[in-house]
Every structure is written in structure tokens, then in C-alpha cells.
């Protein structure tokens, strides 16, 4: 079994985000912020699949509004939403996670997933080895993009991230690895909102109103 590359140092992840994706960690954090938030506007009277469904929809937005802006497409092959670059033949799916960025555990897909996502993971391989590739139509390159989700897990106030290219996907769950790259990890998401709070708070403006004596 091969080993799992663990990206998890600031200046690796910065690195390794801007050398395969054209991507800061800020930007993925906001995909996060994104999902999060929304799943926080479910109330009571949703139903009760409400949360996991607008963190999917909203962090599949936020992934397609920040890297459509870089050249990236959308991608819907197999009714997998996905958002891909045809040049680096990179795909990245959104997927909410039971856990994620942690080293003792693999991320685990809160629903498991289908023989479409199995096929994508599959198909990808050969992605990750550009010297054995010839000319592709647009349509092949989008079937044979290296797959890469962004895991995001929430419970409560601890949220964490990670984006990572699965080997392979066996009984409805990821199994093993090619490289994953911790972008919250335990801890550092408290810290982001004690920090957005007093942004905030010193950005707002007022207004005053100037009365003649």
C-alpha cells in the first residue's frame, strides 16, 4: 500500500494549493465559511436532511463562483456535480463529512456513495500520470480528471476541512488516499471566527446624523 502524502503545514498548504489548483487556503476557506453558514440557516421546521443538503449546495456554489473565475467548468458528468480545469485535468467535488483533517482517521462521506462516484475515482488515475495520456476531446478529460473532494465537517463549533484525492472508493466509502491536504484542522476554526467577530465589528459603519444648532 502506498503512503498517504499528508499536506498539513501553513506553508505547504499554501504551496501545494497554488501549485495544483491556482488556489490560496483563504479561498477554500471561504467555500467552507460558505457551506457552514448555510447549513447553520436550517431551522426546525426543514426537513431534517435540510442542513447536509444546503452545505452541499451552497459549497458547490461557493467551489464554482472561485474557480469558474480562474478558467475552471462545471462538470455534470454522471450526475456528479463537479467543478473541473480541462488543463490540469483536476476535478473537485463538495462532500460533507462525518469527520475530516484528522490523522487518526480517514474522512468518511456522511452518505456513501455510488458506483458513478466509483467510476470517477476509478477513471482518474490515469490522471495523476500525464505521461501516459495522448489527445483527449474535452468530454474524455472531464471523464478522466484527477478526482479531489473537499471534505467538510460540522459539529457544532468544531469544523474542519480537507481537500484530498481518493485511490479508490469501496463499499460506498473512500478507502485509501493519494495525497490529503488539511485545511481546517482541530482548533483553527474557533480561532477564525474570534477574529471575523472583531473584523466586524471594526468595519461597520455608522451613520451620523448632523443637526443645526
Given at each position: 500500500?502506498?503512503?498517504?502524502?499528508?499536506?498539513?503545514?501553513?506553508?505547504?498548504?499554501?504551496?501545494?494549493?497554488r501549485?495544483?489548483?491556482?488556489?490560496s487556503?483563504?479561498?477554500?476557506?471561504?467555500?467552507?465559511r460558505?457551506?457552514?453558514?448555510?447549513?447553520?440557516d436550517?431551522?426546525?421546521?426543514?426537513?431534517?436532511?435540510a442542513?447536509?443538503?444546503?452545505s452541499?449546495?451552497f459549497?458547490?456554489?461557493?467551489?464554482?463562483?472561485?474557480?469558474?473565475?480562474?478558467?475552471w467548468?462545471?462538470?455534470?458528468?454522471?450526475?456528479?456535480?463537479?467543478?473541473?480545469?480541462?488543463?490540469?485535468?483536476?476535478?473537485?467535488v463538495?462532500?460533507?463529512?462525518?469527520?475530516?483533517?484528522?490523522?487518526?482517521?480517514?474522512?468518511?462521506?456522511?452518505?456513501d456513495?455510488g458506483?458513478?462516484?466509483?467510476?470517477?475515482?476509478k477513471?482518474?488515475?490515469?490522471?495523476?500520470?500525464?505521461?501516459?495520456?495522448?489527445?483527449?476531446?474535452?468530454?474524455?478529460?472531464?471523464?478522466?480528471?484527477?478526482?479531489?473532494?473537499?471534505?467538510?465537517?460540522?459539529?457544532?463549533?468544531?469544523?474542519?476541512?480537507?481537500?484530498?484525492?481518493?485511490?479508490?472508493?469501496?463499499?460506498?466509502?473512500?478507502k485509501?488516499?493519494h495525497?490529503?491536504?488539511?485545511?481546517?484542522?482541530?482548533?483553527?476554526w474557533?480561532?477564525?471566527?474570534?477574529v471575523?467577530?472583531g473584523?466586524?465589528?471594526?468595519?461597520?459603519?455608522?451613520?451620523?446624523?448632523v443637526?443645526?444648532?
Amino acid at each position: 500500500m502506498a503512503v498517504v502524502k499528508i499536506v498539513s503545514e501553513d506553508w505547504e498548504i499554501e504551496s501545494r494549493l497554488r501549485d495544483e489548483f491556482d488556489a490560496s487556503k483563504e479561498e477554500v476557506i471561504e467555500i467552507v465559511r460558505a457551506a457552514v453558514g448555510a447549513r447553520r440557516d436550517a431551522i426546525d421546521d426543514d426537513p431534517v436532511n435540510a442542513p447536509g443538503l444546503l452545505s452541499y449546495i451552497f459549497g458547490t456554489r461557493a467551489i464554482r463562483t472561485i474557480f469558474r473565475s480562474k478558467g475552471w467548468k462545471i462538470s455534470r458528468l454522471d450526475n456528479i456535480e463537479a467543478t473541473y480545469d480541462p488543463v490540469r485535468r483536476a476535478k473537485i467535488v463538495f462532500q460533507n463529512a462525518d469527520h475530516a483533517a484528522d490523522l487518526q482517521r480517514k474522512p468518511k462521506a456522511v452518505s456513501d456513495k455510488g458506483p458513478a462516484a466509483e467510476r470517477a475515482v476509478k477513471n482518474g488515475q490515469m490522471a495523476l500520470f500525464p505521461d501516459m495520456q495522448k489527445e483527449q476531446e474535452e468530454a474524455e478529460i472531464a471523464a478522466t480528471a484527477a478526482v479531489w473532494y473537499l471534505f467538510v465537517s460540522a459539529d457544532g463549533d468544531d469544523v474542519r476541512a480537507e481537500l484530498s484525492c481518493p485511490d479508490v472508493i469501496e463499499g460506498g466509502q473512500f478507502k485509501d488516499f493519494h495525497e490529503r491536504i488539511f485545511i481546517l484542522q482541530p482548533g483553527e476554526w474557533s480561532r477564525l471566527e474570534v477574529v471575523d467577530d472583531g473584523a466586524s465589528a471594526a468595519e461597520q459603519e455608522f451613520e451620523i446624523n448632523v443637526t443645526r444648532k
